[in-house]
Structures are given as structure tokens and as C-alpha cells.
């Protein structure tokens, strides 16, 4: 009913930027909360960043003031500035958004996940 298609990572240096992106598509009537989730290899996954319906984000402590989350309501879209990029950092990044349909019901939907890669 929902679909989530991330794009934007890829491989960049110790340092370096990106910017993932995540539209969504489907009946959707409204966006409650949208996030970025991250899982590396061998650790669960732990979200990252969340943008709420009124605007106010969340972020995990160990990208505070270097990464930021953002949403375009018109695109249903959100996304996640990331600079000073660590080795610590490379991981799936997942977007997962909440939803509520014009059915009336509320899904919550993840992307397929893109690869960030940190590395010199």
C-alpha cells in the first residue's frame, strides 16, 4: 500500500558527505513520524534520525551535529544530510515511515535499505 524507495548512498571518504534520500508512494493521506535506521554488520538495527509530523527531529547521540533529517510534506519525502563521516558510520541505512492511508488505516513501511560506505 506504501512504498518506500531510498537512494543516495554509495562510498565516501573518512570526512567526506552524503545526502540519502526517501520518497514514498501509495494512498497516502497523511505522514505521521519518518526515520532513518542503520545496521552494520554484526549489531542491530538503531535508528538514527526521526522527523515528526510537527518537525521536530531526533537524533542518536553519536551523530549529533553532523547529520540532519529533514521532509518535504509535498513529496512525501524525507531525507538525511550526513557530513563528517566516520569509518563507524558505513552501514545499510533503512528509511521507515509511518502512514495513514485514505482508507483510514495507518501502516508502518520500511525501505529496501542503500549501503553507505566509509572508507579511504
Known amino acids: 500500500q506504501v512504498q518506500l524507495v531510498e537512494s543516495g548512498g554509495g562510498l565516501v571518504q573518512p570526512g567526506g558527505s552524503l545526502r540519502l534520500s526517501c520518497a514514498a508512494s501509495?494512498?497516502?493521506?497523511?505522514?505521521?513520524?519518518m526515520g532513518w535506521y542503520r545496521q552494520s554488520s554484526g549489531k542491530e538495527r538503531e535508528l538514527v534520525a526521526e522527523?515528526?509530523?510537527?518537525?521536530?527531529?531526533n537524533y542518536v547521540d553519536s551523530v549529533k551535529g553532523r547529520f540532519t533529517i529533514s521532509r518535504d510534506n509535498e513529496k512525501n519525502a524525507v531525507y538525511l544530510a550526513m557530513s563528517a563521516l566516520k569509518s563507524e558510520d558505513t552501514a545499510v541505512y533503512y528509511c521507515?515511515?509511518?502512514?495513514?492511508?485514505?482508507?483510514?488505516?495507518?501502516?508502518?513501511?520500511w525501505g529496501q535499505g542503500t549501503l553507505v560506505t566509509v572508507s579511504s
Open positions: 521507515k515511515g509511518q502512514f495513514i492511508l485514505y482508507n483510514g488505516y495507518t501502516v508502518t513501511t
Open positions: 501509495g494512498s497516502i493521506w497523511s505522514i505521521n513520524e
Open positions: 522527523i515528526l509530523s510537527s518537525g521536530s527531529a
